[in-house]
DNA sequence: CTTGCTCCTGTAGTGGCTACAGGAAGTAGA
DNA sequence: TCTACTTCCTGTAGCCACTACAGGAGCAAG
């Protein structure tokens, strides 16, 4: 059994942040020694990294979440899991559409822009009236 | 002369959006009617679309701050705009190649995943000991 | 005058942590 | 055993950029 400190090292989780999942029911409170300190078994610290992979991999916790009950009932949903890690790379693959659009965009509003200039031109730009980002 | 709804239309952003850049001090305090209601002038609503152009291009209020002082003070200072722009490029890019690395760490995770497996190799693979991420 | 809309203030909630303050428990060395 | 140091405890508040109420007031059209 480990202390916090410990499991945290182990797991990769912050010690504040541990605690934090705990308090919201996102993992199960562990068990306690005399002096009232938190004892982790190496399964729980298995599920505190299961948390942080997830978390890694820009999963919110309320799927995590589903992922371990998921887990805990040893069940065959293969399928759920796949559905839910499908729409998580649409959400991503939209994101990084996202960032490419706005990337073209700033390149373009600053490209203009050089040291020295009177009045910005991009500063200029986005205060006009006329002007429109692409699909933001 | 526009209400906050007006404002808000002609702006796009939200009115209580707007109302929360006023007492954040982001823009303005506008003047009022005997009844009490914010009415804003045609170059205040210029602000509010300038600070919403800004947000969809992804600048954080602070940054956004900056540059409505520099264009209250109508500074020469295009060399600072486009070192701030710079930066948050690079933010830009390096997000982007995060997500990539996601996506794909995320895409090869789900592969085995098949409807009907009695485990899921998804979350077995998250749950194991020996797994490491690219580079998170 | 009534209906319905917009507006007002103030407060609390979101997600996912992070950072304290103020104290208790445990550990290592003299 | 005493002391110094570290780790841990609880509870609360802060971060960012909003968003969502509650409970009331102003205002315009019919």
Do not use: W
Not at 87 to 114: F, G, P, Q, T
Not at 120 to 129: V, W, Y
């Amino acid at each position: 059994m480990f202390t916090i400190g410990k499991a945290s090292e182990q797991s990769g989780v912050n010690v504040e942040t541990i605690r934090y999942y705990e308090r919201e029911g996102i993992v199960p409170k562990p068990g306690r020694s005399a002096g009232g300190r938190r004892l982790y078994s190496n399964d729980e610290i298995a599920k505190l990294r299961f948390v942080r992979r997830c978390r890694d991999l820009g999963f919110p916790i309320a799927i995590i979440q589903t992922f371990l009950s998921l887990t805990d009932q040893n069940d065959r949903s293969c399928g759920e899991v796949k559905t839910m890690a499908e729409n998580h790379l649409d959400e991503i693959n939209a994101k990084i559409e996202n960032l490419m659009r706005l990337r073209e965009a700033l390149l373009s509003l600053s490209k203009n822009c050089d040291d020295g200039t009177a009045a910005c031109p991009m500063l200029d730009a986005l205060m006009k009236d006329g002007f429109g980002l692409g699909a933001p």
